[in-house]
């Protein structure tokens, strides 16, 4: 069955950065795109962007430009997600999601808690 | 411009029908995705595209589309579906979220 499984949750000082995996198993990894989105306690759901497997395009919100990188390792079917120069405000649970337009599965979510 | 606006909280009877809608310009070139965000748990895709269900999905979930809004209809609304409920678009400058529409089941 399709799987998205994702690293543990993490403690961040102001200034840190995280880098959040995501193991794919049950299907072709090559086949996908892969999304991220971010939920902050209390809010909605927002998106990060998208990277492509095969291809390595990604696609980042304006809001993150310059300070995500989206990556994959076809070889461990792996897709990572690095958020620099966290802020208090990053405090949020991160999901992989497979599909860049209507992803249609999801990890179980990682709590990012930026702290000082 | 980007953004999608949603109604904060929407009620429905336990079996009756409920519309939850989503505005935004850019729904006049693009199609919305919704999500079912319940606490603690990850998202659930269930409608995308003009009007597709993924598998799994109960046919009491249905899309449409007017102009600048795009609606998710519940039909026969039933205590498992009180969540937050997300819609999903894009424009040239990226993919976004509506602010979300709280559905409670009475």
């Known amino acids: 069955q399709v799987q998205l499984i994702q690293s543990a949750d993490e403690v961040k000082k102001p200034g840190a950065s995280v880098k959040v995996s995501c193991k794919a198993s049950g299907f072709n990894f090559n086949s996908f795109s892969f999304s991220w989105v971010r939920q902050a306690p209390g809010q909605g759901l927002e998106w990060m962007g998208w990277i492509d497997s095969n291809n390595r395009r990604s696609e980042y919100s304006r809001k993150f430009q310059g300070r995500v990188t989206m990556t994959t390792d076809t070889s461990i079917n792996t897709v990572y997600m690095e958020l620099r120069s966290l802020g208090l405000d990053d405090t949020a649970t991160y999901f992989c999601g497979r599909g860049g337009d209507s992803p249609d599965y999801w990890g179980q979510g990682t709590l990012v808690t930026v702290s000082s | 411009s980007s953004g999608l606006t949603q109604d904060p909280g929407v009620s429905v009877a336990l079996g009756q029908t409920v519309r939850i809608t989503c505005h935004g310009d850019s729904l006049r070139g693009y199609f919305a995705n919704w999500y079912q965000k319940k606490p603690g748990q990850s998202p659930i895709l269930v409608m995308y595209?003009?009007?597709n269900r993924p598998s799994g999905i109960p046919d009491r979930f249905s899309a449409s589309y007017s102009g600048s809004t795009a609606s998710l209809t519940i039909t026969g609304a039933q205590a498992g579906d009180e969540a937050d409920y997300y819609c999903?678009?894009?424009?040239?400058?990226?993919?976004?979220f509506g602010g979300g529409t709280k559905l409670t089941v009475l």
């Open positions: 999903n678009s894009r424009d040239s400058s990226g993919y976004f």
């Open positions: 595209g003009k009007n």
